[in-house]
T-cell receptor, first 114, second 108 residues
Framework: DTEVTQTPKHLVMGMTNKKSLKCEQH?????MYWYKQKAKKPPELMFV???????INESVPSRFSPECPNSSLLNLHLHALQPEDSALYLC?????????????FGPGTRLLVL | EDQVTQSPEALRLQEGESSSLNCSYT??????LFWYRQDPGKGPEFLFT?????EEKEKERLKATLTKKESFLHITAPKPEDSATYLC?????????WGAGTKLIIKP
């Protein structure tokens, strides 16, 4: 099973709202990722968790707050977002986080910030 | 500096017309080269991973090959459902670098 699930599929929020994106994988992977993707651009790495510890934070604004409750779950907490944060947010997982490992992606959450 | 370039940016083919997509790279140590397919508004779907020059992998109408400087994704007798954006990513010693993608359109 190479499935990564994400909820919700779509999210509309105002700039003062607080919301969370959720991701789950059951492949036994120990690395999980959050990416942001704008239209016609490749995915842009935001955060990497390896063995439930944050290992990479690509200078993402503090209005994005990741959380890894256990090795199967990954959350992205959103607060006071800006319209330019509207994008497709992708979760991925891989075996342990090595740069030679295949990453498996979820279907994404389409976020619109008004 | 690590760099990945995909060409062409867009490719329009007739159904059944075979062609190739290119991913050229300059990286500090190749850890792996990854091909993904992405439909609009959806997450990238994994296709192939290649690790060393000379390696080839096939899946249905797709075949991926790797040299020391580039990878090709060959598509044989494509169908309209093969229309998508194809993304290449390269793992170097320091980072995973994504190409900008090739948008493939197959006309019936």
């Amino acid at each position: 099973d190479t499935e990564v699930t994400q909820t919700p599929k779509h999210l509309v929020m105002g700039m003062t709202n607080k919301k969370s994106l959720k991701c789950e994988q059951h492949m036994g992977h120990r690395a999980m990722y959050w990416y942001k993707q704008k239209a016609k651009k490749p995915p842009e790495l935001m955060f990497v968790y390896s063995y439930e510890k944050l290992s990479i934070n690509e200078s993402v604004p503090s209005r994005f707050s990741p959380e890894c409750p256990n090795s199967s779950l990954l959350n992205l907490h959103l607060h006071a977002l800006q319209p330019e944060d509207s994008a497709l947010y992708l979760c991925a997982s891989s075996h342990t986080g090595g740069l030679g490992e295949t990453q498996y992606f979820g279907p994404g959450t389409r976020l619109l910030v008004l | 500096e690590d760099q990945v370039t995909q060409s062409p940016e867009a490719l329009r083919l007739q159904e059944g017309e075979s062609s190739s997509l290119n991913c050229s790279y300059t990286v500090s140590g190749l850890r792996g080269l990854f091909w993904y397919r992405q439909d609009p508004g959806k997450g990238p779907e994994f296709l192939f991973t290649l690790y060393s020059a000379g390696e080839e992998k096939e899946k249905e109408r797709l075949k991926a090959t790797l040299t020391k400087k580039e990878s090709f994704l060959h598509i044989t007798a494509p169908k309209p459902e093969d229309s998508a954006t194809y993304l290449c990513a390269v793992g170097s010693n320091y980072q995973l670098i994504w190409g900008a993608g090739t948008k493939l359109i197959i006309k019936p």
